[in-house]
Nanobody
Framework: QVQLVESGGGLVQAGGSLRLSCVAS????????MAWFRQAPGKEREFVAA???????ILADSVKGRFTISKDNVRNSVYLQMISLKPEDTGIYYC???????????????????WGQGTQVTVSS
């Protein structure tokens, strides 16, 4: 049984920082890409960042320069370090696993096979 468990969300003022963690179990994730998505109220879930099995990071334009994704294959974990947070970063943040990398399609939610339950991030102005 594959499980992804996110943690680290919370309430923070604009300009603040948070570090999200996602711990995976039930599979060896060293050969998989892992990603973060987020969903704001009334909006579709959107891609935030991905870390390929090689460790190569890809970030959405809206978070470049502020967010960093990292993957620890030994701990089967992926992290999202967020700084200079803005109110528009508010939402539920989900981690997910991508069993196969398709160039240019990492934003396609349907390609991800397992998802965590999400962790709430709220940024106040």
């Amino acid at each position: 049984q594959v499980q992804l468990v996110e943690s680290g969300g919370g309430l923070v003022q604009a300009g603040g920082s948070l570090r999200l963690s996602c711990v995976a179990s039930g599979r060896t994730f060293s050969n998989y890409a892992m990603a973060w998505f987020r969903q704001a109220p009334g909006k579709e879930r959107e891609f935030v960042a991905a870390s390929r099995s090689s460790g190569t990071a890809i970030l959405a334009d809206s978070v470049k320069g502020r967010f960093t994704i990292s993957k620890d294959n030994v701990r089967n974990s992926v992290y999202l370090q967020m700084i200079s947070l803005k109110p528009e970063d508010t939402g539920i943040y989900y981690c997910a696993t991508l069993p196969r990398w398709y160039p240019g399609r990492y934003k396609d939610k349907s390609l991800y096979d397992y998802w965590g339950q999400g962790t709430q991030v709220t940024v106040s102005s």
